[in-house]
């Protein structure tokens, strides 16, 4: 789901446009003192006689400047690095500020050069490199695509929240997936399930048994060794019954219902 942008504020706008016309003003002034120093130095070193030559000099520089820049740019809307676009601007943009300040001294003595001249002779360049590196990244920020992997990462950030569980044994576990090799193989490896015996399950051992059933009094038989078993508090299967006959010698007999079978 994408949500749309909230539409500027009108004094937001108003705010740009004031900040891109500076912008814009400081930019052309600074590179307009820049150049037209640097047309002055070249004037004053063997290109006086040709107007054209010593204009068309500074551009040598300044142009570098403003190619990287704009390369710079494409490469911001594209997000991927320009290692040349860098190497232009830093070429143009360092060259014009040493060059500025070189051209200061002229013909003069540098020890009779106030230091003042030189930051003037700095200021320039230095300001109409960083007004056109301001230019640019306005100029990104409007014709950039939205940052759809941003928009996306808020939005799950602010989605539904999953609660904690306090103790560990209350967290789900993840159950792994089996794939169709395993799926296949699954049923041949499995051992084969044997019947649950229904009933309630025996008490006591058969010493115990014993114990009990030569207290008796009385004949002994099936019946009346479950009977008092059962009083004591102990359940007994038929085949653990057949067994304590065994460890008895035979002398408890058969169910009379067994025994009135035979008569």
Do not use: C
Request: proline share 10%; no cysteine.
């Amino acid at each position: 789901m994408s949500t749309s942008s909230p539409a500027p504020h009108p004094v937001d706008r108003y705010t740009l446009f004031a900040a891109g016309a500076v912008i814009l003003a400081l930019t052309a002034a600074a590179f307009w003192l820049s150049y037209a120093h640097l047309a002055e130095v070249a004037a004053e070193h063997g290109l006086g006689n040709s107007p054209a030559r010593k204009w068309a000099w500074p551009a040598t520089l300044d142009a570098f400047v403003v190619a990287g820049e704009l390369l710079m740019l494409r490469a911001g809307l594209r997000r991927k690095p320009d290692g040349w676009a860098i190497a232009l601007t830093a070429t143009g943009s360092l060259g014009s500020i040493a060059l500025n300040v070189a051209g200061v001294t002229g013909t003069r003595d540098p020890a009779d050069v106030p230091h003042l001249d030189y930051v003037v002779a700095a200021v320039p360049p230095t300001a109409a490199l960083l007004a056109f590196g301001v230019l640019m990244r306005q100029i990104h920020q409007h014709l950039a695509p939205p940052n759809r992997e941003a928009d996306s990462g808020r939005l799950q950030a602010v989605g539904p929240v999953v609660t904690e569980h306090p103790r560990e044994g209350d967290r789900p576990r993840p159950h792994p997936v089996p794939t169709r090799s395993a799926a296949w193989a699954a049923p041949d490896d499995k051992p084969p399930v044997r019947p649950r015996k229904v009933g309630r399950p025996p008490s006591g051992d058969l010493d115990e048994f014993v114990r009990i059933v030569e207290q008796m009094a009385g004949k002994q038989n099936r019946d009346t060794i479950r009977a008092t078993l059962r009083a004591a508090g102990h359940t007994i299967s038929n085949e653990r019954l057949t067994e304590l006959q065994k460890l008895l010698g035979g002398t408890a007999l058969k169910e009379p219902s067994e025994t009135a079978k035979h008569h």
